[in-house]
């Protein structure tokens, strides 16, 4: 007696929901993978589908539901958007030998789950290449529609990745209005609604639009002879991607004279880096920071802008000096300028400004009647790429930057200072210290002011756990309240 077959159709190529659906009906009723049919809506009606394949909906329902490892179900879902026709039945083979063999996951020598794997890589691959390498391009809405404007791409992916991928065009590109189109299956949004449609022919997507030029001016000028290479670069934007991207018509001309513009690079003579955001220093005039006059904030500001005491002046952009009353009350040090102050020349502008600007603004000290500095007057950083990531200075910097904290103090005399941050309550303690024993309470210095140490705001930023923030913020503001306690007291 021959077993009963079962036909399986699925709304469309990547319905994973519907393959679940089936899949698990068809194991409850323990129908062995060679007696199921699978198909999708709308193919053609195969010659092997006979008029003996039962729909599997006859199937009683039974307990369809068991459970298997998230990592099946990461796979599973990836093989469900591969191109090859036997998909279904290899998803549903491996969810079948999954209850005899729960090791098959991590068996890299069976053929099934060798072959899996390959198909599994060969569509993130495809939806990586969607996501580099799809070009919107502006097209003028239906006359009566949404006057927004609406961008179209065209694709034509490997697999069937449309559904898996829209998602993440919907989430970095949420405020516009577009559609990308594919050869079998499109995907719109429309700023509210994300969905799927039958595919078209490339003869309805858009050829261009004016931004183009400007793109591929912008790629033409990024072009590097010196760092070509051909082979590196064709095997992460394989050419047949190349007629649907807008610079690629530049990519052959770039490389046949790439040979010729290096030559030319190399007969340069090089310079030094334009720096223009940096604040030019008068070599010239020799004057040392320490011989210079000093007697208020503008001449210690000013001679800090030729300071040269340690290396940190080589890579800043300028010496940040403090801000504030010559005759405040209250000074703030924190640790060193960040990136922001670096290229505006004032403290606490920042990120990390923004958060010391609104614990202040809760324990109603104002800003605009504090002395606000740091212990380090030059940017400390490390160059990734480019960006400019913070490093912390070490004793022997604090200490070169010593100089110009203790003139600040003597200058402007404030009643309480507080330190944010190890490195400023090391610098105005002169010793190493720790925050959590010099947290909670006031310490006397030498000149008769009051210490107040609380962390850096930038360890709020740092933290990525929000319940650690909370604490952190908790505890500034009780610090700054201490602070705010003894300003009153002194009067």
């Given at each position: 007696m021959m077993p009963v077959t079962y036909a399986v159709t699925l709304a469309h190529d990547a319905d994973f929901t519907g393959w679940r659906s089936a899949a698990r009906r068809l194991d409850a009723n323990h129908v062995q993978p060679g007696c199921v049919q699978w198909r999708c809506e709308g193919d053609p009606q195969p010659d092997f589908l006979l008029p003996a394949a039962r729909p599997y909906q006859e199937l009683p329902t039974g307990n369809a539901a068991r459970t298997v490892p998230?990592?099946?179900?990461?796979?599973?879902?990836?093989?469900?958007?591969?191109?090859?026709?036997?998909?279904?039945?290899?998803?549903?083979?491996?969810?079948?030998?999954?209850?005899e063999e729960p090791q098959l996951l991590s068996d890299a020598g069976d053929d099934d789950m060798h072959r899996a794997h390959l198909m599994a890589k060969a569509v993130s691959r495809d939806a990586h290449k969607m996501k580099a390498f799809v070009r919107f391009r502006e097209v003028t809405p239906d006359q009566?529609?949404?006057?927004?404007?609406?961008?179209?791409?065209?694709?034509?992916?490997d697999h069937h990745i449309v559904d898996a991928t829209a998602p993440f065009f919907m989430r970095r590109f949420a405020g516009q209005s577009w559609s990308i189109l594919t050869p079998e299956r499109c995907a719109h949004w429309d700023g509210e609604t994300l969905s799927f449609?039958?595919?078209?022919?490339?003869?309805?997507?858009?050829?261009?639009?004016?931004?183009?030029?400007?793109?591929?001016?912008?790629?033409?000028?990024?072009?590097?002879?010196?760092?070509?290479?051909?082979?590196?670069?064709?095997?992460?934007m394989p050419k047949k991607y190349w007629k649907n991207l807008p610079e690629a018509q530049l990519i052959d001309p770039l490389i046949a004279d790439a040979q010729k513009r290096h030559q030319a690079m190399q007969e340069t003579a090089p310079r030094a880096p334009a720096r223009s955001t940096r604040v030019r220093r008068d070599h010239e005039a020799g004057t040392r920071a320490a011989d210079a006059p000093i007697s208020s904030l503008d001449d210690l500001a000013a001679a800090g802008r030729s300071c040269t005491r340690?290396?940190?002046?080589?890579?800043?952009?300028?010496?940040?000096?403090?801000?504030?009353?010559?005759?405040?009350?209250?000074?703030?040090?924190?640790?060193?300028?960040?990136?922001?102050?670096?290229?505006?020349?004032?403290?606490?502008?920042?990120?990390?400004?923004?958060?010391l600007n609104d614990v202040l603004r809760d324990t109603g000290i104002l800003r605009d009647r504090a002395f606000v500095t740091n212990a380090v007057k030059h940017f400390k950083f490390e160059l990734r790429g480019r960006r400019r990531l913070h490093?912390?200075?070490?004793?022997?910097?604090?200490?070169?930057?010593?100089?110009?904290?203790?003139?600040?103090?003597?200058?402007?005399?404030?009643?309480?200072v507080v330190a944010l941050g190890v490195t400023a309550a090391r610098a105005l303690t002169g010793r190493t210290v720790t925050l959590n024993a010099m947290r909670g309470a006031v310490h006397?210095?030498?000149?008769?002011?009051?210490?107040?140490?609380?962390?850096?705001?930038?360890?709020?930023l740092r933290q990525r756990n929000a319940e650690a923030a909370r604490q952190l913020r908790g505890n500034m503001l009780d610090d700054m309240r201490t602070a705010r306690q003894c300003l009153d007291a002194a009067g």
């Open positions: 998230g990592a099946f179900v990461s796979l599973a879902q990836k093989l469900i958007c591969h191109s090859a026709e036997d998909r279904f039945t290899l998803a549903y083979r491996l969810f079948r030998r999954l209850r009566g529609a949404d006057d927004r404007p609406h961008f179209v791409a065209w694709f034509e992916p449609t039958p595919g078209v022919p490339r003869s309805q997507a858009p050829d261009g639009d004016p931004a183009e030029d400007l793109w591929r001016t912008y790629f033409a000028s990024t072009f590097n002879p010196a760092r070509l290479m051909v082979k590196a670069m064709t095997a992460e340690c290396p940190l002046h080589c890579g800043a952009t300028q010496a940040v000096p403090g801000e504030g009353p010559g005759d405040a009350p209250l000074m703030l040090v924190g640790e060193q300028p960040g990136d922001h102050e670096d290229i505006a020349g004032k403290p606490f502008v920042g990120p990390a400004g923004d958060v490093r912390s200075p070490n004793a022997g910097e604090v200490a070169h930057c010593q100089w110009w904290l203790a003139k600040e103090l003597e200058l402007v005399r404030p009643r309480v006397e210095m030498a000149d008769g002011a009051q210490l107040v140490v609380t962390n850096h705001p930038s360890a709020l």
